[in-house]
């Protein structure tokens, strides 16, 4: 099993910026992707961003291209997710997963799953 615990939210004015972290545990050596989604209220939940483990290959939504940023650390097993120039459209609870495949991540279909953060963008 995989553990991941997401932090870094908050409430933010427009143009801000917030940083996500999300940290895994467990048997993280079969991981080979992480990513981050996003859910608003009363809207289904939304791919937002993926890395690949190893290479650093990443994917973006369409929406958050140029603003935010994935990274990791491989040493600490923690994934970020960098969100700059922040809108209120981008408040949603924003979750991590993780799975084996990195087309199950961009697919939106992943194993693991953080608890989520959420993240409020103030016009």
């Known amino acids: 099993q995989v553990q991941l615990v997401e932090s870094g939210g908050g409430l933010v004015q427009a143009g801000g910026s917030l940083r996500l972290s999300c940290a895994a545990s467990?048997?993280?050596?079969?991981?080979?992707?992480m990513g981050w989604f996003r859910q608003a209220p009363g809207k289904e939940r939304q791919f937002v961003a993926a890395?690949?483990?190893?290479?650093?290959?990443?994917d973006y939504a369409d929406s958050v291209k140029g603003r935010f940023t994935i990274s990791r650390d491989n040493a600490k097993n923690t994934v970020y997710l960098q969100m700059n120039s922040l809108k209120p459209e981008d408040t949603a609870v924003y979750y991590c997963?993780?799975?084996?495949?990195?087309?199950?991540?961009?697919?939106?279909?992943?194993?693991?799953w953080g608890q989520g953060t959420q993240v409020t963008v103030s016009s």
């Open positions: 467990g048997r993280t050596f079969s991981l080979v992707a």
């Open positions: 890395s690949r483990w190893n290479s650093g290959d990443t």
């Open positions: 997963a993780a799975d084996r495949s990195y087309t199950v991540v961009t697919g939106g279909r992943p194993d693991y």
